[in-house]
T-cell receptor
Framework: DAKTTQPNSMESNEEEPVHLPCNHSTISGTDYIHWYRQLPSQGPEYVIHGLTSNVNNRMASLAIAEDRKSSTLILHRATLRDAAVYYCILSNSGGYQKVTFGIGTKLQVIP | NAGVTQTPKFQVLKTGQSMTLQCAQDMNHEYMSWYRQDPGMGLRLIHYSVGAGITDQGEVPNGYNVSRSTTEDFPLRLLSAAPSQTSVYFC????????????FGAGTRLSVL
C-alpha cells in the first residue's frame, strides 16, 4: 500500500499562508489524496481531497504535483483555530479499508 | 443531525474485564470503521464494515470483536482487556466504502489498569 511522508511539525505566524507538504512517491494511478486534520482532543475531520487536479474549498487548497508524487495543503490565512495535526493519506477506489494514517504534521500557529 | 456518536467518552477498566464501546451514526452510511490512536503511532484500523451483516479485519484486530446488525450501530467489544489496549478509540463512517469523506466521532479514551 502506498504510504505518505510528512514533516513531524511546522510553525506559522497567524494570518500568514501555510504550505503543508506531503510526499507519496509510490502513489498509484487510482489513489486519491486526502487531507484530514485533528484538533486537540477531537476526532479527525475532513479537509480536502483530490485525484489529479488542484482543488479548492472553503477550508483550504490542495496543490498536486504533475507527477502526483507530492502534494501541498495550503491554508491561505492561518488562524489560531488551525493549530492541529494534519494528516495526508491515500485511498484507492475501494475506499478506506487499507488506509494508513501516519503521525501527521503538527502545525503550531504563533499569534 | 448528530453525525457519529461514541459512548462512553472515558472508561477505566481492570485487566481481564470486558466492555463494549458504542458507535452510532444517523447519516445512513454503509461504511463504518474503528481506529485506535496511540502516541506517536497515528491512527490504526481495527475493524471495518461495508454494510449491515458484513465486517472485516483491519490492521490491528486482535483482542477486539465487532458486529453490524443495523446500519446505524457498530459496537466494538473488548473480550478481555489488556494494558496494551489503553488507547483512544475513534469510530468513523462514510456513505459508501468508496466515498471520499469519512466522518469521525469524538473518541473514547480507554485506560486499562
Amino acid at each position: 500500500d502506498a504510504k505518505t511522508t510528512q514533516p513531524n511539525s511546522m510553525e506559522s505566524n497567524e494570518e500568514e499562508p501555510v504550505h503543508l507538504p506531503c510526499n507519496h512517491s509510490t502513489i498509484s494511478g487510482t489513489d486519491y489524496i486526502h487531507w484530514y486534520r485533528q484538533l486537540p482532543s477531537q476526532g479527525p475531520e475532513y479537509v480536502i481531497h483530490g485525484l489529479t487536479s488542484n482543488v479548492n474549498n472553503r477550508m483550504a487548497s490542495l496543490a498536486i504535483a504533475e507527477d502526483r508524487k507530492s502534494s501541498t495543503l495550503i491554508l491561505h490565512r492561518a488562524t489560531l483555530r488551525d493549530a492541529a495535526v494534519y494528516y495526508c493519506i491515500l485511498s484507492n477506489s475501494g475506499g478506506y479499508q487499507k488506509v494508513t494514517f501516519g503521525i501527521g504534521t503538527k502545525l503550531q500557529v504563533i499569534p | 443531525n448528530a453525525g457519529v456518536t461514541q459512548t462512553p467518552k472515558f472508561q477505566v477498566l481492570k485487566t481481564g474485564q470486558s466492555m463494549t464501546l458504542q458507535c452510532a451514526q444517523d447519516m445512513n452510511h454503509e461504511y463504518m470503521s474503528w481506529y485506535r490512536q496511540d502516541p506517536g503511532m497515528g491512527l490504526r484500523l481495527i475493524h471495518y464494515s461495508v454494510g449491515a451483516g458484513i465486517t472485516d479485519q483491519g490492521e490491528v484486530p486482535n483482542g477486539y470483536n465487532v458486529s453490524r446488525s443495523t446500519t446505524e450501530d457498530f459496537p466494538l467489544r473488548l473480550l478481555s482487556a489488556a494494558p496494551s489496549q489503553t488507547s483512544v478509540y475513534f469510530c468513523a463512517s462514510s456513505y459508501t466504502p468508496g466515498e471520499r469523506i469519512q466522518y469521525f466521532g469524538a473518541g473514547t479514551r480507554l485506560s486499562v489498569l
